[in-house]
């Protein structure tokens, strides 16, 4: 079964800098790669799938990179309504799992 | 607009017995397959089980295989999980999820309902 790793486990940046993300996968996932974002008491959100295409609505400040086992979600310069849990997902291979998140906080 | 909404979560015993369901509206529910996804509290996201379209195939994760059975009823616009011989380790927030292209990741989802086993 793969496993999805996500470091760090909580990243502080300040409001209008670069947030960089990471996910590993144990085996390759080719490009089937989706990357959600959740606020407290809320559904997680569809931000970007197949590695780079973003969702419907959502700004071109975030993308997403990397191909095989190495990927990257890009938060250009962040905005207050950034702060949040950030999952990546694989969907090359049943049972289709999530990482652990990572915590996007404010410095 | 899309809209999903969980009902039938709340507190219930190990070994027992709850149905959650998920009304659709919005699009055309028959035409897509659609996901249970749970939340431990504090935990990422875990993949539960997939129905196609038409309710022909059907797939669940290792941990809930044989005691949770997901079904639909297009008739009704509803999804719905089967959840038998509860476990604590069930204990979840369960949101049902759209399926986007029949590649098992999800473009929109519920709100959720909580399951809580405990005795």
């Known amino acids: 079964e793969i496993v999805m790793t996500q470091s760090p486990a909580t990243l502080s940046v300040s409001p209008g800098e670069r947030a960089t993300l990471s996910c590993r996968a144990s085996?390759?996932?080719?490009?089937?790669l989706a990357w959600y974002q959740q606020k407290p008491g809320q559904a997680p959100r569809l931000l970007i799938y197949?590695?780079?295409t973003r969702a419907t609505g959502i700004p071109d400040r975030f993308s997403g990179s990397g191909s095989g086992t190495e990927f990257t979600l890009t938060i250009s310069s962040l905005q207050s309504e950034d702060f949040a849990v950030y999952y990546c997902?694989?969907?090359?291979?049943?049972?289709?799992?999530f990482g652990q998140g990572t915590k996007l906080e404010i410095k | 607009q899309v809209q999903l909404v969980e009902s039938g979560g709340g507190v219930v015993q190990p070994g027992r017995s709850l149905r959650l369901s998920c009304a659709a509206s919005?699009?055309?529910?028959?035409?897509?397959?659609m996901h249970w996804v749970r939340q431990a509290p504090g935990k990422g996201p875990e993949w539960v089980a997939l129905?196609?379209?038409?309710?022909?195939?059907?797939l669940s994760a290792d941990s809930v295989k044989g005691r949770f059975t997901i079904s639909r009823d297009n008739s009704k616009n509803t999804l719905y999980l089967q959840m038998n011989s509860l476990r604590a380790e069930d204990t979840a927030v369960y949101y049902c999820?759209?399926?986007?292209?029949?590649?098992?990741?999800?473009?929109?989802w519920g709100q959720g309902t909580l399951v809580t086993v405990s005795s």
């Open positions: 999820a759209r399926d986007v292209r029949g590649y098992s990741f999800f473009d929109y």
């Open positions: 919005g699009f055309a529910f028959s035409g897509y397959a």
């Open positions: 129905i196609s379209f038409d309710g022909s195939n059907k």
């Open positions: 085996q390759s996932v080719s490009s089937n």
């Open positions: 197949d590695t780079s």
């Open positions: 997902q694989q969907y090359d291979n049943w049972p289709f799992p």
